[in-house]
C-alpha cells in the first residue's frame, strides 16, 4: 500500500552535512520524494510537532535542539513508506537501538541528536505532513 511520511534531517544532520546521506538512502530505497526544502523551525511548530511528548522530562531539551538550526523537511512515499524510513533511520538511541548500516547506526552517537524524524504511523504521518506541507 502506497503511504507518505514525514522525515526531517535535524540540525545536527545538517550542520554535519549529511542531507546528502539521507536522500541517497531515501532514493536508493526506492522511495520517491513529494516534497523537499529547508526550514528554520520555530518553537511552535517545533512544540506542535512533537506534541506527543509535552510533559516529559526531555521535552524542553528537544525543543531547543529541533530550533538550534535549520532542519530539512521532505514527504517521502511509497509501499509501506513510514515503516521503510524508521528502518533507515534506526532506533532512538543510536548506539544502544540503532542497527549498523542504519542512518543513526552508522552517524549517531546521542539519543536527541540522532539526525532524523520519521513518522511513526499513518496517523502521525497525516498530522504531520498537515502541519509542515499544509498545500499537499
Ligand atoms: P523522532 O520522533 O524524532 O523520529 O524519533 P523517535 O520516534 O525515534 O523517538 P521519540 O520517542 O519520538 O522521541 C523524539 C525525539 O526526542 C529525542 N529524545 N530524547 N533524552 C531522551 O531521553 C530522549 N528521548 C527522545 C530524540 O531526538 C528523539 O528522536
Ligand atoms: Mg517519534
Do not use: C
Amino acid at each position: 500500500m502506497t503511504e507518505r511520511t514525514l522525515v526531517l534531517v535535524k540540525p545536527d544532520g545538517v550542520e554535519r552535512k549529511l542531507v546528502g546521506e539521507v536522500v541517497v538512502r531515501i532514493e536508493r530505497k526506492g522511495l520517491d520524494l513529494v516534497a523537499l526544502e529547508m526550514r528554520t523551525v520555530d518553537r511552535e511548530l517545533a512544540a506542535q510537532h512533537y506534541a506527543e511528548h509535552d510533559g516529559k522530562p526531555f521535552f524542553s531539551s528537544l525543543l531547543e535542539f529541533i530550533t538550534s538550526g535549520p532542519v530539512v523537511a521532505a514527504v517521502v512515499e511509497g509501499p509501506r513508506a513510514i515503516a521503510a524510513f524508521r528502518q533507515l533511520a534506526g532506533g532512538t538511541d543510536p548506539v544502544e537501538k540503532a542497527a549498523p548500516g542504519s542512518i543513526r547506526g552508522d552517524f549517531g552517537l546521542e539519543t536527541q541528536s540522532n539526525l532524523v524524524h520519521g513518522s511513526d504511523s499513518p496517523e502521525s504521518a497525516a498530522r504531520e505532513i498537515k502541519l509542515w506541507f499544509p498545500s499537499l
